[in-house]
């Protein structure tokens, strides 16, 4: 069965760093943009980062931006999300999420849940102030 498993969340003060994991099985990551997403209680699911399926491209939404950066490990078929000073705004559910692109999309274009082929189970971050 094709899995996306997250890992590496949990309760961190303000300022401080946290860094998640989406690891896929059974499917290889190559063909396909990653997204990371969130969502917070009694918010919708916003798209916070991607990296296309060939690496050459990444993009953040303007609230993380210089603070989160996404990176692949093909060898690894994971793809991370290393969150530095953080805030109590960044606190959510994060959940990663696969696109097999078949639209041509950039995948900041792609960077809604409707275009996503794969979703994982999701990661608690928690951010005290």
């Known amino acids: 069965q094709v899995q996306l498993v997250e890992s590496g969340g949990g309760l961190v003060q303000s300022g401080g760093s946290l860094r998640l994991s989406c690891a896929a099985s059974?499917?290889?990551?190559?063909?396909?943009?990653i997204g990371w997403f969130r969502q917070a209680p009694g918010k919708e699911r916003e798209g916070v980062s991607c990296i296309s399926s060939n690496e050459a491209y990444t993009y953040y939404v303007d609230s993380v931006k210089g603070r989160f950066t996404i990176s692949k490990d093909n060898a690894k078929n994971t793809v991370y999300l290393q969150m530095n000073n953080l805030k109590p705004e960044d606190a959510a559910v994060y959940y990663c999420?696969?696109?097999?692109?078949?639209?041509?999309?950039?995948?900041?274009?792609?960077?809604?849940?409707?275009?996503?082929?794969?979703w994982g189970q999701g990661t608690q971050v928690t951010v005290s102030s």
């Open positions: 059974r499917f290889t990551l190559d063909y396909y943009h």
């Open positions: 999420a696969a696109d097999r692109n078949f639209g041509g999309r950039i995948c900041s274009v792609s960077l809604k849940p409707i275009y996503q082929d794969y």
